[in-house]
């Protein structure tokens, strides 16, 4: 845990005690300040008064006297309408921040110069943050990994001279850090995502620009129009800048690193190689990185290889656009897809049908992908994840060339038929573990969501 010594002494109201609002709350109250948090769901606040957490109604609060209200980065900060705790906040001149601002004024404190690395971006920002991590572990580096990624940035050691933090940044939580200054900004895509909450995509984009803006050095890709605009912006007044593109990746040799197939996964690569390189790390330490990353479990992750067949559980595709990125990595795809659909379902997905050898269907999407596909490609509807497991590993077992691939990819939501997509994403790792002669995961890899 980070005590946050800096809110010593200061009155603080907290609201959300999801994850990350309570582990808020630990460090506030373990750094000496005065916190009285709440939330919105009564079974919520029992439960955080019954593990010692002070609770109290902020309604009942005298504002004048509160010094920071800190929001879980969940709860509507602007769009589409202020929190009613925000708008108590706004009406007495009380600053709303959240637990990554608390972070870097801790920083700022303890030690202003220790690496930190701030990663975000609409896609592929997991995958970027563990890679940068995964990097500076081989190379002997002290790493705290966290923030959006899983662990919730104040649970992370504290910050010292040579401890590495590596964090993951929503926009949610850019826009509750005014002061966020990492060593290392990265900025890897923009396109239209929790517009909702941003209001519109101009808006959502200057939120991300933010996290460059501050930076000692800045990374950023300029493979769309949003930043490249960003890019451009930042030349003019920060010379510290670096660009990555993935028409000019090929000087990355990833040959040898089988969990970072695909153009969206070269961009990771490429901001992660660039970070570690700014950071002090040698093109030998940063290639036996890229090569020994066994990749997020979820996100094109090689569970198990059978003979010629591999086995990739893609779960976190949960629309055509994800889903495109990994059957363009492969050929001779045995592709797993279904559930709940989304608009759109797989018509866009057309150009990529060549690829797949067979398709299995399941869940409440499986009709609809069925009509979609009609004679272009071979289909079955399997239903469940088990007999599409069992029917896809039969068939690509039986593939007369190639390296044929059993892919999950749903292309659709989860909520037919699985809790979130890592159930369905360790559905079907069980699946294929329980084939016969299977045997475990290749090195490094796991069934649980890392």
């Given at each position: 845990?980070?005590?946050?010594?800096?809110?010593?002494?200061?009155?603080?109201?907290?609201?959300?005690?999801?994850?990350?609002?309570?582990?808020?709350?630990?460090?506030?109250?373990?750094?000496?300040?005065?916190?009285?948090?709440?939330?919105?769901?009564?079974?919520?606040?029992?439960?955080?008064?019954?593990?010692?957490?002070?609770?109290?109604?902020?309604?009942?609060?005298?504002?004048?006297?509160?010094?920071?209200?800190?929001?879980?980065?969940?709860?509507?900060?602007?769009?589409?309408?202020?929190?009613w705790s925000v708008d108590l906040a706004h009406a007495s001149n009380t600053e709303v921040i959240?637990?990554?601002?608390?972070?870097?004024?801790?920083?700022?404190?303890?030690?202003?110069?220790?690496?930190?690395?701030?990663?975000?971006?609409?896609?592929?920002?997991?995958?970027?943050?563990?890679?940068?991590?995964?990097?500076?572990?081989?190379?002997?580096?002290?790493?705290?990994?966290?923030?959006?990624?899983?662990?919730?940035?104040?649970?992370?050691?504290?910050?010292?001279?040579?401890?590495?933090?590596?964090?993951?940044?929503?926009?949610?939580?850019?826009?509750l850090a005014p002061s966020l200054d990492p060593s290392i900004g990265i900025l890897l895509n923009?396109?239209?995502?929790?517009?909702?909450?941003?209001?519109?995509?101009?808006?959502?984009?200057?939120?991300?620009?933010?996290?460059?803006?501050?930076?000692?050095?800045?990374?950023?890709?300029?493979?769309?129009?949003?930043?490249?605009?960003?890019?451009?912006?930042?030349?003019?007044?920060?010379?510290?800048?670096?660009?990555?593109?993935?028409?000019?990746?090929?000087?990355?040799?990833?040959?040898?690193?089988?969990?970072?197939?695909?153009?969206?996964?070269?961009?990771?690569?490429?901001?992660?190689?660039?970070?570690?390189?700014?950071?002090?790390?040698?093109?030998?330490?940063?290639?036996?990185?890229?090569?020994?990353?066994?990749?997020?479990?979820?996100?094109?992750?090689?569970?198990?290889?059978?003979?010629?067949?591999?086995?990739?559980?893609?779960?976190?595709?949960?629309?055509?656009?994800?889903?495109?990125?990994?059957?363009?990595?492969?050929?001779?795809?045995?592709?797993?897809?279904?559930?709940?659909?989304?608009?759109?379902?797989?018509?866009?997905?057309?150009?990529?049908?060549?690829?797949?050898?067979?398709?299995?269907?399941?869940?409440?999407?499986?009709?609809?992908?069925?009509?979609?596909?009609?004679?272009?490609?071979?289909?079955?509807?399997?239903?469940?994840?088990?007999?599409?497991?069992?029917?896809?590993?039969?068939?690509?077992?039986?593939?007369?060339?190639?390296?044929?691939?059993?892919?999950?990819?749903?292309?659709?939501?989860?909520?037919?038929?699985?809790?979130?997509?890592?159930?369905?994403?360790?559905?079907?790792?069980?699946?294929?573990?329980?084939?016969?002669?299977?045997?475990?995961?290749?090195?490094?890899?796991?069934?649980?969501?890392?």
């Amino acid at each position: 845990m980070i005590p946050v010594t800096t809110a010593k002494g200061k009155r603080i109201a907290l609201f959300g005690l999801g994850g990350s609002g309570l582990s808020t709350a630990r460090a506030l109250i373990a750094g000496g300040g005065e916190v009285t948090c709440w939330d919105d769901n009564p079974g919520t606040v029992e439960k955080a008064e019954a593990d010692g957490i002070p609770v109290g109604d902020l309604h009942a609060l005298d504002w004048a006297s509160v010094d920071s209200l800190v929001l879980a980065p969940g709860v509507p900060l602007t769009h589409p309408k202020p929190h009613w705790s925000v708008d108590l906040a706004h009406a007495s001149n009380t600053e709303v921040i959240g637990d990554v601002e608390l972070f870097c004024r801790e920083r700022r404190a303890l030690a202003p110069k220790s690496p930190f690395v701030a990663i975000t971006g609409t896609n592929g920002k997991s995958t970027t943050t563990a890679l940068i991590a995964h990097i500076l572990r081989e190379a002997g580096r002290d790493v705290q990994l966290g923030g959006n990624i899983g662990t919730p940035i104040l649970e992370l050691e504290p910050p010292a001279a040579h401890r590495h933090h590596v964090v993951e940044c929503s926009s949610y939580q850019i826009d509750l850090a005014p002061s966020l200054d990492p060593s290392i900004g990265i900025l890897l895509n923009l396109s239209p995502d929790h517009l909702d909450r941003h209001g519109t995509m101009e808006r959502y984009a200057a939120i991300k620009a933010r996290l460059l803006q501050a930076s000692d050095y800045a990374v950023c890709g300029i493979d769309d129009d949003w930043c490249r605009r960003i890019a451009i912006g930042l030349e003019d007044d920060q010379a510290r800048i670096e660009t990555i593109s993935v028409t000019n990746g090929a000087s990355l040799d990833l040959s040898d690193a089988p969990s970072l197939r695909g153009d969206h996964n070269l961009q990771n690569a490429l901001a992660a190689a660039a970070a570690c390189r700014a950071l002090g790390l040698g093109e030998s330490e940063i290639k036996a990185g890229l090569d020994s990353f066994p990749g997020l479990a979820h996100r094109m992750q090689i569970v198990a290889r059978r003979g010629q067949v591999s086995f990739v559980n893609d779960s976190k595709a949960t629309n055509a656009d994800a889903a495109a990125k990994s059957l363009s990595s492969f050929n001779g795809i045995h592709w797993i897809a279904g559930g709940l659909p989304k608009e759109g379902g797989i018509e866009s997905l057309r150009p990529l049908f060549g690829r797949i050898a067979k398709a299995y269907l399941i869940g409440d999407a499986a009709p609809q992908f069925a009509a979609t596909l009609g004679e272009a490609v071979p289909y079955e509807i399997s239903g469940t994840m088990d007999v599409a497991v069992a029917h896809a590993s039969a068939d690509a077992a039986d593939a007369l060339e190639g390296e044929p691939v059993v892919l999950l990819a749903p292309a659709a939501a989860s909520f037919d038929q699985f809790r979130n997509f890592e159930k369905r994403g360790e559905a079907f790792v069980n699946a294929v573990m329980a084939l016969k002669g299977m045997g475990t995961l290749p090195t490094g890899q796991t069934g649980d969501d890392a």
